[in-house]
Nanobody, 124 residues
């Protein structure tokens, strides 16, 4: 069974940093793309970043470019999202998702499996 488990969320002051983890199991990481999405209360789910198994494709949403970095540890089947210079508007539930494709995208409908989400709260 495919499972994705996010961790690393929490409460942080503006300007601080967090690193989110997405641990995947039940499939071979090679040949997949992993995306990060976030959803604030009352707002639509927003694409944040994506990493492809070809390692030549990394996608970032405009609102996080220059502040967030996506990376992977294939031996651990884990994808990370390093979040620096956090702002209150980054507050949301963050989800990771996977799809059986080497083509990276931040389009939500392209992803087949989703984690349960982890809460990130950034205070002013």
């Amino acid at each position: 069974e495919v499972q994705l488990v996010e961790s690393g969320g929490g409460l942080v002051q503006a300007g601080g940093s967090l690193r989110l983890s997405c641990a995947a199991s039940g499939f071979t990481f090679d040949g997949y793309s992993i995306g990060w999405f976030r959803q604030a209360p009352g707002k639509e789910r927003e694409g944040v970043s994506c990493i492809s198994s070809n390692y030549g494709s990394r996608v970032y949403g405009d609102s996080v470019k220059g502040r967030f970095t996506i990376s992977s540890d294939n031996a651990k089947n884990t994808v990370y999202l390093q979040m620096n210079s956090l702002k209150p508007e980054d507050t949301a539930v963050y989800y990771c998702a996977s799809r059986n494709s080497v083509y990276c995208s931040n389009v939500r409908v392209n992803y087949n499996y989703w984690g349960q989400g982890t809460q990130v709260t950034v205070s002013s």
